[in-house]
């Protein structure tokens, strides 16, 4: 099985399982506390299943799920998809469209390829390595604007991690022009892959947040690392950056004030 028709068959995948997610939100169901501050729902973890077994029908593969309490970091990432089958799962309970569904495939470490799809507004971003990146079919870049004072940067929502988290902020709100704080880090990384979007930053993020949506800004022209400005070890990945590259190293010494 190459990579070629595995990529081509996720496409299909992922908007079978769109459709799967936008039909049972219609439907009341099940809300589970996961963490102390994070809930899933029965859905989360129905879509998840449909993924996976469409996924198994094609071939014999390693998951890592993000419904998925027993992974540790020491896993072998090969010949791995990577699956969020709900993205934003906390804006998806609130009734707000900022969710989406992601498929990565990883082998020897490296993501060969991501998909995020946004059931809302029926959007698809993907891209395969050394392939380019495509919304919808159509060829996407990065934003082209090199002043940060003219940046919108994206957040995310975990202040109650640490004071670092909230004075990294306060130091980035003082050197861009505005912030956005949207609730998936799946969405951010396609709005920075389109150009909407100069930045996200992610204080404490897993795999399955940031494999598709990092394969997916690189293609598009755009840099992923780590906060020391180092490439991504994703089986051990924490903070990250993902950006156009027009003022990428203003961000990480921005950042590094606070790390």
């Known amino acids: 099985m190459t990579v070629e028709y595995l990529y081509e068959e996720c496409q299909e995948i992922i908007l079978e399982a769109g459709q799967l997610l936008k ?8 809300i589970i506390l996961k963490d102390k501050n994070e809930f899933i729902t029965e859905i989360d973890l129905s879509v998840q299943k449909y993924i996976v077994d469409r996924i198994n029908s094609l071939g014999n593969y390693n998951f890592i799920l993000e419904e998925q ?15 969020d ?7 998806f309970i609130a009734g707000l ?28 971003y993907n891209a395969m390595i050394n392939l380019g990146a495509y919304k919808n079919n159509e060829k996407i870049k990065v934003s ?24 990294n902020y306060e130091n980035i709100v003082k050197s861009v022009f505005t912030t956005r704080i949207l ?6 990384s396609c709005y920075v892959s389109d150009g909407s979007l100069d930045a996200r930053i992610l204080n404490s993020t897993k795999i399955y947040d940031i494999a598709a949506g990092s394969r997916i800004v690189e293609e598009a022209g755009g840099i992923v690392t780590d906060f020391h400005g180092e490439k991504i070890n994703f089986s051990k990945v924490k903070s990250v950056i993902l950006s156009s590259g027009m003022f990428h190293n203003k961000l990480l010494k921005i950042i590094s004030a606070e790390n």
Request: hydrophobic letters at 30%; aromatic letters at 10%.
């Open 69 to 83: 309490r027993n992974f540790n970091d020491k896993q072998k990432i090969e010949n791995c998809f990577v699956i």
């Open 97 to 124: 469209p900022n969710f989406a569904i992601a498929i990565a495939y990883l082998d020897q470490g490296v993501v060969q390829f991501g998909i995020i799809h946004i059931p809302e507004n029926g959007d698809t």
């Open 23 to 30: 039909n049972t939100r219609k439907k009341d169901y099940q």
């Open 144 to 167: 082209k604007n090199s002043d940060i004072r003219k940046s919108i940067v994206a957040y995310d929502n975990q202040f109650y991690k640490g004071e670092k988290i909230i004075r």
């Open 85 to 91: 089958p709900i993205d934003g799962t906390h804006n």
């Open 183 to 188: 609730g998936s880090a799946c969405i951010d």
